[in-house]
């Protein structure tokens, strides 16, 4: 299976600022996903992410919010804008391999906004 | 968003019983994953299924992709200390055009030594 990693593994950030969550990979992938979680809950999916395409986002959540990058088959980025207490929250990246249909998950992003 | 449903919420065990749980859905699924999250990690993916009536086993874990397609099922056979964790179900329907799972409400579970 694919080795995921995220950057930062935790951050308190201020009400209005951005953070930028990354998810490398260790393999070539072609759909990535973004999920967020509440401590405890389950996965809601934010977006997913294919490279050379806009990402997909699901209801409840735009690109003004929570913009994407997919610059290549092994690299993904999440930002977070104009942060609210809200938006406190386990962001989680996820890769699809080849046709498997198995998704494998990063080990998440802990944010707390103050 | 749309979620499965998983029961029990919630089970507290002695070590060494076996343990069932199981999701349910109103859609019809063609993929079924179940994974186990401890905290502060993500979740780790435990078994694939990919054909209804499939049964497919991971050491003392067992899972069968129901026949209706609407569920799945999960047991754990002697379970150990170790085996404490929150436990997801998630499915995906392809058919649909998309590739995204939909996740369980998690069943979490706590063993006593």
């Known amino acids: 299976s694919a080795v995921i990693s995220q950057k930062p593994s935790r951050d308190i950030c201020q009400r209005g600022t951005s953070l930028t969550i990354q998810c490398q990979v260790d393999?070539?992938?072609?759909?990535m996903f973004w999920y967020r979680q509440q401590p405890g809950q389950s996965l809601t999916l934010i977006a997913t992410?294919?490279?050379?395409?806009?990402?997909?986002?699901e209801s409840g959540f735009v690109i003004d919010k929570f913009p994407i990058s997919r610059p290549n088959l092994t690299f993904s980025t999440l930002t977070v804008s104009n942060m609210s207490p809200e938006d406190s929250s386990i962001y989680l990246c996820s890769v699809e391999q080849g046709w498997s249909y198995e998704q494998y998950f990063g080990p998440g992003t802990r944010l707390t906004v103050t | 968003g749309q979620q499965l449903n998983q029961s029990p919420q919630s089970m507290f065990i002695q070590e060494g019983e076996d343990v069932s749980m199981n999701c349910t859905s109103s859609?019809?699924?063609?993929?079924w994953l179940w994974y186990k999250q401890e905290p502060g990690e993500g979740p780790v993916l435990l078994i694939a299924l990919y054909k209804a009536g499939e049964l497919t086993s991971n050491g003392r874990l067992t899972a069968q992709f129901g026949i209706t397609r609407k569920d799945s099922f999960l047991n754990i056979s002697a379970s150990i200390p170790s085996d404490v964790g929150i436990y997801f179900c998630?499915?995906?329907?392809?058919?649909?055009?998309?590739?995204?799972?939909?996740f369980g409400t998690g069943t979490r579970l706590k063993v006593l030594a």
């Open positions: 992410a294919n490279q050379g395409s806009e990402a997909t986002y």
């Open positions: 998630a499915g995906q329907n392809t058919t649909s055009g998309t590739y995204k799972y939909i």
């Open positions: 859609s019809i699924f063609n993929t």
């Open positions: 393999s070539q992938v072609t759909m």
